[in-house]
């Protein structure tokens, strides 16, 4: 079983996404956010030991607060905006059994290109910001998650640095 360290509803409260977007549509890119950007942040051991708390829904318990911290803190933060950049090219397109559509309302304006991709570059560097908080707090509290510290060649280890070089416009 796999644990999503947000829900729909954290994604749609915390940012551009409105309220009533189908969550079937949104789920799938949180989970991409997750497995792309959170587990690379993370380390596979520190995302294991996130996935057992929450499943197990041991996150709860006073011996577990300093994960519970960083999980509130500063993954949900992070998972939210990276979720929002993967979300956002797809958002206008659904695939049926008729084909491929994109979606039009009547009443609104289609975004240009170039409106879409400064969307997603503001969104990545939020994502970008949140994540340097990350990497920053565990830089000076990684004592506090063994998992950070260690795995073994067949394993993600930790990307402790945030080195984002933009997006060309």
């Known amino acids: 079983m796999k644990a999503l360290f947000i829900t729909p509803k954290d994604l749609?409260?915390?940012?551009?996404?409105?309220?009533?977007?189908?969550?079937?549509?949104?789920?799938?890119?949180?989970e991409v956010a997750q497995d792309t950007h959170i587990q690379n942040y993370l380390g596979t051991n520190l995302y294991v030991k996130?996935?057992?708390?929450?499943?197990?829904?041991?996150?709860?318990?006073?011996?577990?607060?300093?994960?519970?911290?960083?999980?509130?803190e500063y993954i949900k933060p992070m998972l939210i905006w990276y979720s929002q950049v993967?979300?956002?090219?797809?958002?206008?397109?659904?695939?049926?059994?008729?084909?491929?559509?994109?979606?039009?309302?009547s009443n609104d304006d289609t975004i240009t290109q170039e409106e879409l991709t400064k969307l997603i570059y503001k969104a990545s560097e939020t994502a970008e910001f949140y994540t340097s908080r990350f990497v920053d707090y565990m830089r000076y509290?990684?004592?506090l998650y063994p998992e950070y510290n260690t795995s073994s060649n067949e394993?993600?280890?930790?990307?402790?640095?945030?080195?984002?070089?933009?997006?060309?416009l």
């Open 141 to 143: 509290n990684s004592t």
């Open 155 to 168: 394993q993600m280890r930790p990307d402790r640095d945030v080195n984002f070089t933009g997006w060309a």
């Open 12 to 30: 749609k409260r915390k940012s551009i996404i409105s309220g009533d977007t189908d969550n079937d549509k949104l789920l799938q890119f949180v």
């Open 86 to 105: 993967a979300y956002l090219p797809f958002a206008p397109y659904n695939i049926g059994n008729g084909g491929l559509f994109k979606h039009r309302s």
């Open 50 to 72: 996130l996935q057992e708390l929450v499943v197990n829904d041991d996150i709860n318990t006073p011996a577990y607060d300093d994960y519970k911290n960083l999980l509130i």
